[in-house]
Each structure stands twice: as C-alpha cells, then as structure tokens.
C-alpha cells in the first residue's frame, strides 16, 4: 500500500488521513478555501470541487429563496429563472401555493390566476369588473360584450355599429329621428 500524499501540503500522511472529493488531508489541512478554518469531515460541502465550511456556503454559494431570501437548504422550486423554498411559492395577495397551478409573475411578485386578473386585467368601462376574455373596444376604453349597451335603450350594442352621444355609445336604432324626440339632449353626434 502506498503511502497517501496530503493534498494541500505535498507531504506524506503518516498516522490519519482525511479522504474526501478523491483527495487525501492531513486533519488539519482539511480546512476551508474560503476562510481557512479546520473543517469537520462530517460536516462540510463540496463547491467546485473544494472543500467550504456551512458558514461560508450558507453566506456565499447557498441559493437564495426569491421571496424570503434566505438560503435554501431543502428541497426547492424553480421557476422562472428563481428559486423558491416550496413553503414561500404563493400568491403575494393570498397566500395561495402555487406548485400545482397557473400563476403569474409581475416585477418578482408571484399572482395565482384570480388575483392577477383582479390587479392587472383591463376593466370595463360599464361594470369596472376585470375583463377576461373578449372584449368591445370603443370610445378609447374597453368593455365587455355583454355591458356594451345603448346609452339610451339598454340595449346590447352587438352589430351594427353606433353612434356617440355626450360620450356614450348610442344604438343606430336610437339615433334613427322617427324613433327619438328631437330634442338638444338626444340629437346623436353623426
């Protein structure tokens, strides 16, 4: 058996020898790269292929969870190039987990589906309820299908076209002069 050589000192190890990463250590030259302490064999990590003590991994190679920003010693989630410990991937607004469903990232903030509809969806110049799907775009706002309606009957506004009168959209029906008193109020801007 040949003799093991320490890594950090080139001389021959005589009594006890610490084996670690394919390397051989005298005990008290398993210290660490970082900051030169005796590392406890039992007790170390392996960062390119060096030896670090917990203290200088957890201050300087340890990833960093996206919300809290602690270091992540457990299992984590990635997700859009971040990490998160699994118990702080929710919803900023309610604290919903989001492993398992569609969320949204805005600015680092984490949204499940209802709350970045609540916040960020266009609203509707009726109702002001965020819009989901389909929407009317007209007079420089947005409006869903169904609250796009006739200033002046109430009624859906669905083809067609119309008009608009003191800002609000009117029915062509409602503009037609045979079926509106012709008064200043309800003349329609043609």
Same mark, same amino acid.
């Given at each position: 058996?040949?003799?093991?050589?320490?890594?950090?000192?080139?001389?021959?190890?005589?009594?006890?020898?610490?084996?670690s990463?394919?390397?051989?250590?005298?005990?008290?030259?398993?210290?660490?790269?970082?900051?030169?302490?005796?590392?406890d064999?039992?007790?170390?990590?392996?960062?390119?292929?060096?030896?670090?003590?917990?203290?200088?991994?957890?201050?300087?190679?340890?990833a960093? &969870?996206? $919300?809290?920003r602690? !270091? /992540?010693?457990? *299992?984590?989630?990635? #997700?859009?190039?971040r =990490? %998160?410990?699994e118990? +702080?991937f929710r919803?900023?607004?309610?604290?919903k987990?989001?492993?398992?469903?569609?969320f949204?990232?805005i600015?680092?903030?984490?949204f499940?589906?209802?709350h970045?509809?609540?916040?960020?969806?266009?609203r &509707?110049? $009726?109702c002001g309820? !965020? /819009?989901?799907? *389909?929407?009317?775009? #007209?007079?420089?706002? =947005? %409006?869903h299908v169904? +609250?796009?309606?006739?200033?002046?009957?109430?009624?859906?506004?669905?083809?067609?076209?119309?008009r608009?009168?003191?800002g609000?959209p009117?029915?062509?029906?409602?503009?037609?002069?045979?079926?509106i008193?012709?008064?200043?109020?309800?003349?329609?801007?043609?």
């Amino acid at each position: 058996m040949t003799p093991s050589i320490c890594c950090r000192c080139n001389e021959q190890i005589r009594h006890r020898a610490v084996c670690s990463l394919g390397k051989a250590y005298h005990p008290h030259h398993f210290t660490c790269t970082e900051c030169g302490l005796v590392v406890d064999p039992r007790l170390f990590f392996a960062v390119d292929d060096d030896v670090v003590c917990g203290e200088c991994y957890l201050g300087h190679h340890a990833a960093r &969870c996206s $919300a809290c920003r602690t !270091p /992540i010693l457990e *299992r984590c989630f990635s #997700a859009v190039g971040r =990490k %998160w410990h699994e118990r +702080c991937f929710r919803c900023v607004s309610c604290s919903k987990p989001l492993i398992s469903s569609s969320f949204f990232d805005i600015n680092g903030y984490l949204f499940c589906k209802k709350h970045f509809r609540e916040q960020f969806s266009p609203r &509707c110049a $009726a109702c002001g309820e !965020p /819009i989901e799907d *389909r929407a009317v775009v #007209a007079l420089a706002t =947005k %409006w869903h299908v169904e +609250c796009f309606r006739c200033f002046i009957c109430r009624q859906r506004i669905i083809t067609g076209g119309f008009r608009i009168h003191k800002g609000q959209p009117i029915c062509l029906a409602c503009c037609q002069p045979t079926t509106i008193a012709l008064s200043p109020q309800n003349l329609c801007a043609l």
